[in-house]
């Protein structure tokens, strides 16, 4: 008979021969696996703990003072847009240089293209510049051209409503098509619009269908470059290219139509909305602006985190065992629970302030009715989805707490067992000198082997000092104690 030793079992095994019987597993054996296991436990539970959040009052106050500071910043330095049509600046100072910072990224696009600015360096030539190279069929205004004849079509709306200029999957699929196909689709109305022929002008390189697909890449990404700060022909700010989050009301119609479903009345309203306030100055160089204040939220709560826990470690550690891989496992601010519950308060409270904010003006501008237009001006999408994000990170946490807290339980009882265990065979090692102990079987009682087995069992009893009374020492003993056990 032969008991292997079990992962999750500490027991000992005995392998029996004709004459004898000797032991797979000593107690140094078994002292091993029992420590092994006791340290794979605590970790399970190290890993169940590392899920929960550990910040203090001290943490929430900080990560709430930070949501309070960039609050403030996208009240009075983000703001709103201001219409294109009406200034050169924008009334935010922070959309103001987030404008000037895109007109310096043109410059540098059209010079890494090969644009000699020596012979004019205004940004007008750049864009004109950058449009001839990366020249599309769509780029229609609805100003004399052949996209007059579609309805509400003008310079100051027509990045949006053309589907080769919003900055999606879908927008690069349409201007790869259109430019496959010389055509121009548009979205106008909660409906999809397609002009055929749109432009003899523009052409495909490459002589490869792999290689016209990668010219069509190029030329859209090279397109929306151009038209980033508005078209060669705008007057003051210009119409960007759209927001990436509004762009998808276009899609929404785009492909329900394609799919035979009529667009219902919320998606022709919600696309109405996106329309006038793109209008308004709200593309894609606003909705970097509005990251900053996020970008700062995310940036000082992580740091205030660091410091503190840098701070900790410093004052509780001595000189000379500081390293620098501990002080990094004690501060790093990106993967534990803790900093990701600070930025979920950090990101709530500033998505609070700017809720707050965005609901007051748009009942104050419809003197007490509620102006969507001006809430979703002031509305930060940028601070609403990374809050979303921690949000979700949250739900997913708690999920995974919830699943794992019963392992953690079940790991802290079996520590108990296997430490009583590991205590146990402590004892017997400095109480025995040989490194063998029996584990006997019930299948030795119908088996000649039996005898020779409970004469080596005489020896430990021996040593245990168990009463000689009580020591089976002969087999005529061995089989009364049966009987009298099958009795029983």
């Known amino acids: 008979m032969s008991q292997v030793v079990e992962t999750n079992k500490l027991i000992f ?3 029996i021969g004709d004459n004898e019987f000797s032991f797979t597993s000593s107690i140094e ?15 399970t539970i190290t890993s169940v703990e590392s899920l929960r959040p550990n910040c203090d009052k001290l943490d929430y106050a900080l990560a709430a003072s930070s949501g309070v500071l960039c609050g403030i910043i ?5 703001g709103k847009p201001n219409k294109s049509q009406k200034t050169d600046k924008m009334n935010s100072p922070a959309a103001d240089v987030v404008d000037r910072w895109f007109e310096k990224r043109i410059f540098d696009f059209a010079k890494l293209c090969g644009w000699d600015s020596k012979k004019d360096d205004s940004l007008s030539t750049a864009i004109t510049f950058l449009e001839e190279k990366f020249e599309i069929p769509y780029d229609q205004r609805g100003a ?3 996209g007059s004849d579609i309805f509400g079509l003008t310079p100051s709306n027509h990045h949006f409503k053309s589907l080769g200029h919003n900055p999606t999957l879908l927008g690069l699929f349409f201007s790869i098509l259109d430019q496959f196909t010389n055509q121009s689709h548009f979205v106008s109305g909660g409906d999809v619009i397609s002009l055929q022929n749109a432009d003899g002008k523009s052409k495909l390189n490459g002589k490869s269908v792999p290689a016209k697909l990668f010219s069509g890449f190029v030329n859209w990404f090279g397109h929306l470059i151009s038209d980033v700060s ?4 705008s007057k003051g700010r210009g119409m960007g290219i759209p927001s990436p989050f509004w762009s998808w009301t276009n899609d929404l119609i785009v492909i329900k139509r394609y799919l035979n479903i009529p667009p219902s009345q ?3 309203i919600i696309n109405e909305l996106a329309l006038s306030i793109y209008t308004e100055g709200f593309d894609i160089r606003f909705q970097a602006t509005q990251a900053i204040p996020v970008f700062i939220n995310e940036i000082i709560t992580r740091f205030m985190y660091a410091i503190r826990r840098l701070i900790k470690y410093l004052a509780t550690t001595d000189k000379t065992e500081i390293s620098a891989s501990d002080m990094w496992k004690a501060c790093e601010p990106f993967s534990n629970a803790t900093v990701k519950r600070m930025l979920t308060v950090g990101h709530g409270v500033f998505c609070m302030i700017d809720l707050s ?3 007051i003006r748009a009942f104050s501008k419809s003197s007490g009715a509620f102006n969507m237009k001006e809430f979703a001006l002031r509305l930060n999408i940028a601070g609403v989805g990374r809050f979303t994000i921690s949000l979700y990170g949250e739900v997913k946490r708690a999920v995974s707490i919830g699943k794992a807290v019963s392992e953690a339980q079940f790991a802290r009882r079996e520590i108990a067992i296997v430490e009583n265990y590991l205590s146990g065979l402590s004892i017997l090692s400095k109480i025995y000198d040989d490194e063998n102990l029996v584990d006997f079987v019930d299948d030795f009682k119908n088996s000649d082997m039996y005898v020779q087995a409970f004469q080596k069992s005489v020896k430990l009893a021996e040593l245990r000092k168990v009463s000689d009374n009580k020591i089976l020492r002969t087999k005529s003993d061995i089989d009364s104690y049966f009987r009298e056990g099958d009795r029983q």
């Open 13 to 15: 095994g005995m392998d």
């Open 29 to 43: 054996t078994a002292l091993i696996s029992a420590e092994s296991e006791i340290q794979s436990l605590k970790e």
């Open 74 to 78: 996208d009240i009075f330095l983000v």
């Open 144 to 146: 004399g051209d052949s």
């Open 230 to 233: 508005g078209s060669s022909s």
């Open 266 to 268: 919320f998606d022709s």
């Open 357 to 359: 904010d965005a609901t």
